[in-house]
């Protein structure tokens, strides 16, 4: 007789993790998949603050090109016609005259061709609220028919408010005539 025997063995404990196998090489890179639906496009933004860039804040001007005769008194300043106004940014036009809206320092340029009828002095100034700018104050004796060019530039410090122009002046009542072509100009730029 034959007698099986069945024993039941206990369970050993479970062994150490073995150390990492070796990393397998990388497979083919699949086919480049279909290009997605272009998105709706979005609300704009806000704009964003002015940059600190090198561009002129405030500028603008004005010249004459009609070709005229002024009749100017005695010692008594007379404005320059200045009819035509130029591209201006932060400066208003007033007749004859520029108007300032930001306060700060200005480069003013101006130019004037004029020939006298009677043989006298004449002078030129570029005014701030009519009180003439040192600097721009040119006098010259002119000959009868002959012409003459007054300009210059000159940087100044400008309120908001401040009204700019320019007007001529004589010793003798006498007859002025402003040219053919561009014969008064006078402009401002705001340096800062």
Same mark, same amino acid.
């Given at each position: &007789?034959?007698?099986?025997?069945? %024993?039941?063995?206990?369970?050993?404990?479970?062994?150490?993790?073995?150390?990492?196998? #070796?990393?397998?090489? #990388?497979?083919?890179?699949?086919?480049?998949?279909?290009?997605?639906?272009?998105?709706? #496009?979005?609300?704009?933004?806000?704009?964003?603050?002015?940059?600190?860039?090198?561009?002129?804040?405030?500028?603008?001007?004005?010249? =004459?090109?009609?070709?005229?005769?002024?009749?100017?008194?005695?010692?008594?300043q007379t404005?320059?016609?200045?009819?035509?106004? &130029?591209?201006?940014?932060?400066? =208003?036009?007033?007749?004859?005259?520029?108007?300032?809206?930001?306060?700060?320092?200005?480069?003013?340029? %101006?130019?004037? =061709?004029?020939?006298?009828?009677?043989?006298?002095?004449?002078?030129?100034?570029?005014? #701030?609220?009519?009180?003439?700018?040192?600097?721009?104050?040119?006098?010259?004796?002119?000959?009868?028919?002959?012409?003459?060019?007054?300009?210059?530039?000159?940087?100044?410090?400008?309120?908001?408010?401040?009204?700019?122009? &320019?007007?001529?002046?004589?010793?003798l009542a006498?007859? /002025?005539?402003?040219?053919?072509?561009?014969?008064?100009?006078?402009? /401002?730029?705001?340096?800062?």
């Amino acid at each position: &007789m034959n007698y099986a025997l069945n %024993f039941v063995l206990p369970r050993g404990d479970i062994g150490p993790t073995g150390p990492q196998g #070796i990393a397998g090489t #990388i497979g083919a890179t699949g086919p480049t998949g279909p290009q997605g639906v272009a998105g709706t #496009i979005g609300a704009t933004g806000p704009t964003g603050p002015i940059g600190p860039g090198t561009g002129l804040s405030a500028y603008g001007g004005r010249y =004459n090109n009609t070709a005229s005769t002024i009749s100017l008194s005695i010692l008594s300043q007379t404005q320059v016609p200045l009819e035509v106004t &130029m591209p201006n940014l932060a400066v =208003n036009y007033s007749p004859n005259s520029l108007v300032i809206t930001q306060s700060g320092n200005y480069e003013i340029n %101006f130019y004037l =061709n004029l020939t006298a009828t009677v043989a006298t002095t004449i002078t030129t100034a570029v005014r #701030i609220n009519g009180t003439n700018i040192p600097a721009t104050v040119i006098s010259r004796a002119l000959s009868v028919a002959t012409s003459s060019i007054y300009n210059g530039s000159v940087i100044v410090a400008l309120n908001a408010g401040n009204t700019i122009d &320019m007007a001529i002046s004589a010793l003798l009542a006498v007859g /002025v005539t402003l040219g053919t072509g561009t014969n008064a100009v006078l402009t /401002v730029k705001r340096l800062s």
